[in-house]
């Protein structure tokens, strides 16, 4: 990579995803994760993004205090996930404050690139929930 | 007991709820806004929950956000501290509908006594004297004129849904009144959502002296003495005592018991701290009841040997009035300064910032309520209040020797702060006399002689 000044090299194949940046002072840093493989699969650890890439994420974050879910009902699909494209209305996930379900809208435009948050974990205001190319 | 509370607040007081709860083996759930993560409450509570934005409407005052928080929490109780929600009747009757332990008095009481108006009704009711004042809202300005000639100038103007010292307009005649009921209405209107205001008779250069309340949910209700708050600036609190220096065994007795009676009456649960103005004479008014435990229940603590927070959380968990508590007699004598974030140089600015270097006095006798530290970024969105310096003494004037001691060694750089202020009151013969009233403050500064002392130490420069 420091032949060819690459800063970030990113692959992705097969259900496996690997990142490599070329880190602040002379280490590289590397991150892999096991891209999700079906829909109802366990939350995605995602891999945590590069500073270099964040920076050009935009975050959706979330307005409120709650138990945070994927889907509209415990055997649904997910509202989206890792690829799929989002307008500012389309509902990305349900955020459940007291025992109201709120339907949490992007508000932002582009495709998924990350699931931050954990599917029926708590989140509180201003949690990363997504990340949206 | 409970096993996890849920602090609804920030700063000192989250802070000493937090200390009291970990003393008493309970979990703690510190709620924050965006500006307070660095907060020491927040970094001491067992978990934390950011609730929203810095302003407090998006944050502290969130109702909504501050019960999803105890729900995803889990907790059994919440505990208001002071000021935010600590006075709302209709968050009090939120948690409860949740079937959480809100530590305070039941929400009915916090509804009535906030109503300044049917405080003083109940007050009356009960026996307790009350200024002189207008029977109820005054509903036009005729009204008021025809009140206030019949009370007697000097008036006070107050708004009926107001409190700690705000929706207040002094009139010495009829032309300042008509001009004074209209701009109080438009203030308490614009501060606390209602316009109705009504009308005592203003005591010049009262004394201000406040007795505490503590009662369980088993009908015991008792009262541990009195605080001298008459050292204010702009009707803010700035310095408390206790005991007070113009209170006599007989007064205190007189006092007590008409608190107590008052308490009761309303069927009072918790602490409270019933507000008197007591003139020249030693004649005693009803002012106003506060529904919530004081920024200056420390120095009751200290004086009456006992810790004020824990006893709430503990009437609130259903137990009946610790003994110590019940049968506590007053020992020594304690002064508690508030240090603001404010240049006293440069009338009292608010100097929110980075705090560079923070030095707290110790030694014997001294007690700091504060989530201040070397590093500390204080907030501009938040009351002024970075810390509480507490001192006690065998005798009156041993405190006031052990607090400007203390304060000298108060050392807070990168900010400006109320210390050389309160450095200065500690050296006031007025003030060391004990022969100060609510007007003291104005006219220590207006005086050519006065002078701030800034701390001695020079440390870290």
């Known amino acids: ?79 989206v996930d890792v690829g799929t494209k989002v307008n500012e209305d389309t509902v990305v ?41 | 007991m409970f096993e996890k509370v849920l602090i609804a607040n920030r700063g000192e007081i989250a802070l000493r709820v937090i200390r009291a709860c970990k003393e008493l083996g309970i979990r703690t759930l510190a709620v924050y806004s965006d500006a307070d993560v660095d ?51 209709h968050f009090a009757e939120v948690v409860e509908s949740c079937k959480i332990k809100f530590i305070g008095p039941p929400s009915h009481v916090i509804q009535k006594m906030g109503d300044k108006n049917m405080a003083r009704a109940c007050a009356r009711k009960s026996g307790v004297p009350v200024t ?48 004074g009921y209209h701009s109080a209405r438009l203030e308490a209107e614009k501060a606390f959502g209602a316009a109705d205001v009504y009308i005592e008779k203003l005591i010049v250069n009262p004394h201000h002296i406040e007795f505490q309340i ?39 007795k007189k006092m007590g018991n008409a608190a107590v009676k008052l308490a009761k009456s309303v069927g009072y649960q918790n602490t409270g701290t019933i ?15 506060n529904t919530r435990l004081q920024v200056e229940h ?28 019940a049968r506590a007699v007053p020992r020594s004598h304690a002064i508690q300064c508030r240090i603001n974030a404010e240049d006293p140089a ?10 560079a270097f923070y030095y707290a006095p110790g030694g014997r006798g001294v007690r700091i309520d504060s989530h201040a530290y070397t590093g500390y970024v204080v907030p501009p969105y938040y009351d002024s209040l970075i810390g509480k310096i507490i001192t006690i003494g065998a005798t009156r004037s041993s405190a006031i020797d052990r607090m400007r001691r203390a304060l000298d060694e108060y050392y807070v750089t990168g900010i400006k702060t109320t210390v050389p202020f309160h450095a200065a009151i500690m050296r006031s013969g007025e003030f060391r006399d004990g022969k100060y009233d609510t007007g003291f403050v104005e006219r220590m500064m207006s005086s050519e002689a006065f002078q701030l002392v800034p701390p001695r130490a020079h440390l870290h420069e």
């Not at chain 2, 507000?275 to 009841?289: A, C, G």
């Open chain 1, 1 to 79: 990579m420091k032949k060819n000044d690459l800063s970030v090299f990113e692959m992705e194949k097969d259900g496996f995803r690997i990142k490599l940046q070329k880190g602040l002072g002379d280490q590289p840093i590397i991150a892999s994760t096991a891209a999700p493989a079906v829909p109802n699969g366990p939350a995605t650890a995602g891999a945590a993004p590069t500073s270099a890439e964040s920076a050009s994420l935009k975050e959706i974050a979330s307005p409120m205090v709650g138990t945070f879910y994927r889907a509209g009902s415990p055997d649904g699909s997910p509202f």
């Open chain 2, 39 to 89: 907060s020491l409450h927040v970094q001491l509570a067992d978990e934390a929950i950011c609730i929203g934005a810095a302003p407090s409407s998006e944050s502290y005052l969130k109702i909504d956000r501050i019960m999803s928080a105890a729900e995803v929490g889990d907790v059994d109780a919440i505990h208001p501290g002071y000021g935010f929600l600590a006075e709302n009747a």
């Open chain 2, 214 to 252: 503590v009662a369980d949910t088993h009908g015991r209700v008792v009262h541990l003495g009195e605080r001298d708050c008459s050292i204010q600036r702009r009707n803010q609190k700035v310095i408390e005592e206790c005991p007070s220096p113009i209170m006599t065994p007989g007064l205190r």
């Open chain 2, 132 to 179: 002189p004042g207008s029977d109820g809202v005054v509903e036009n300005d005729k009204d008021a004129a025809k009140v206030a000639k019949k009370i007697g100038y000097p008036v006070m103007i107050k708004a009926v849904a107001g409190g700690g010292g705000r929706g207040m307009r002094a009139a010495h005649n009829e032309t300042s009144l008509i001009a």
């Open chain 2, 346 to 355: 440069n009338n009292f600015q608010p100097s929110p910032g980075r705090i």
């Open chain 1, 93 to 133: 996930c349900i955020i459940e404050a007291m025992k109201v379900m709120n339907e949490i809208k992007a508000e932002t435009s582009g495709v998924i690139a990350e699931v931050v948050a954990e599917n029926s974990k708590p989140v509180q205001f201003g949690q990363v929930l997504f990340r949206v190319r």
């Open chain 2, 275 to 289: 507000e008197f103005l007591v003139d020249e004479d030693r004649r005693f008014y009803f002012m106003e009841m």
């Open chain 2, 298 to 325: 420390t120095i009751t603590e200290e004086v009456y040997g006992c810790d004020l927070v824990k006893e709430q959380i503990r009437i609130a968990a259903g137990e009946p009035l610790s003994p110590h508590v």
